[in-house]
């Protein structure tokens, strides 16, 4: 079983960024493919970034080259670092864990971009 526990939403003004942080406990971290995914109000949850166990990273066409993500296989914690946010990346995001047995998703941490 793994537990994930997001951290790092919050309210921030267009242009601003954040960094969301998901650290995991339960079995070995190193033997799952990890992702951010979002759900914004009244629309459907989407994919936002993979980092695999190859470590080769992907991103969503709407935030590549302005969102990162990485891991830390010490703290077995996932970071999605967010930059030039825009209104239209307010949603709830959530991070994942996936191998050929099992899914996970944490509880969700809220982004709101504002004026």
């Known amino acids: 079983q793994v537990q994930l526990v997001e951290s790092g939403g919050g309210s921030v003004q267009p242009g601003g960024s954040l960094r969301l942080s998901c650290a995991a406990s339960g079995r070995i971290f190193s033997t799952y493919d990890m992702g951010w995914y979002r759900q914004a109000p009244g629309k459907q949850r989407e994919w936002v970034a993979q980092i695999p166990r190859s470590g080769i990273t992907n991103y969503a066409t709407s935030v590549k080259g302005r969102f990162t993500i990485s891991r830390d296989y010490a703290k077995k914690t996932v970071y999605l670092q967010m930059n030039s946010l825009k209104p239209e990346d307010t949603a709830v995001y959530y991070c994942?864990?996936?191998?050929?047995?099992?899914?996970?998703w944490g509880q969700g941490t809220q982004v709101t971009v504002s004026l």
């Open positions: 994942n864990a996936q191998n050929s047995i099992a899914t996970y």
